[in-house]
């Protein structure tokens, strides 16, 4: 067993291992009952980093094959392949155990996250549309974390967060998201404060 998804109350989503090979069962249950069984290749997501999406037509496994990451889109009702499309052809080798999530999700688009020597990108792939909405190119810094948050996704790099709308993939750099710049200097006294003393100030005396 590599990896287990919950869906909903009733519905969790299997990744087991080949055991004589490099691919991935995935399997959807249903109250305890197996429903369809899959084979992919191998399974880019790890215990508690998933690589799993899903809405309600489909569910999507991020994958590795020829050392690229790739996304399967398989049919929620009988798993049946509906199609594939590769996150970083432009790019080299992916880097399997990367930090940070492999895969996010708001069951209408998945959110993929690649990374490799030098590089990471982030994908958003629509579920029920097959194909990559937009891509985002980010520095090479490693990924330390990532979430979804009131129509954005975000990612943290270098303790910093960046945060792209979930429909665009514009990136937001308002206050607001990611807090005012930082105080350089000595900041200005408060007014009302007292001044502070200083060498030759009326208040400094002589020991």
Not at 37 to 61: C, E
Not at 73 to 80: C, G, I, P, R, V
Not at 105 to 117: F, P
Not at 178 to 197: C, K, L, M, Y
């Amino acid at each position: 067993m590599i990896d287990e998804i919950k869906l909903d109350d009733r519905a969790k989503i299997l990744v087991r291992a080949e055991a004589s090979g490099e691919r991935s069962f995935i399997e959807l249950q249903v109250d305890g009952e197996l429903k369809w069984q899959a084979l992919v290749p191998t399974y880019a997501g790890r215990p508690g980093v998933p690589g799993i999406a899903w809405s309600d037509k489909v569910v999507s496994v991020r994958v590795i094959r020829d050392h690229r990451a790739e996304v399967f889109a398989l049919s929620m009702h009988d798993s049946s392949k509906l199609g594939g499309i590769h996150l970083s052809p432009d790019k080299g080798p992916v880097t399997r155990d990367a930090p940070g999530p492999v895969t996010l999700t708001d069951n209408v688009r998945s959110y993929e996250v690649v990374s490799g020597d030098g590089w990471n990108r982030i994908a958003a792939f629509g579920l029920n549309l097959g194909k990559i909405l937009w891509k985002r190119d980010l520095a090479p810094t490693p990924i330390e974390s990532g979430g979804i948050d009131a129509g954005y996704v975000w990612l943290q790099q270098g303790g910093v967060k960046r945060w792209f709308n979930v429909f665009s993939g514009k990136e937001d750099r308002s206050v607001d998201k990611i807090g005012p710049p930082p105080q350089i200097g000595v900041p200005p006294t408060p007014s009302g404060a007292p001044e502070a003393e200083s060498f030759g100030s009326a208040a400094s005396k002589p020991l």
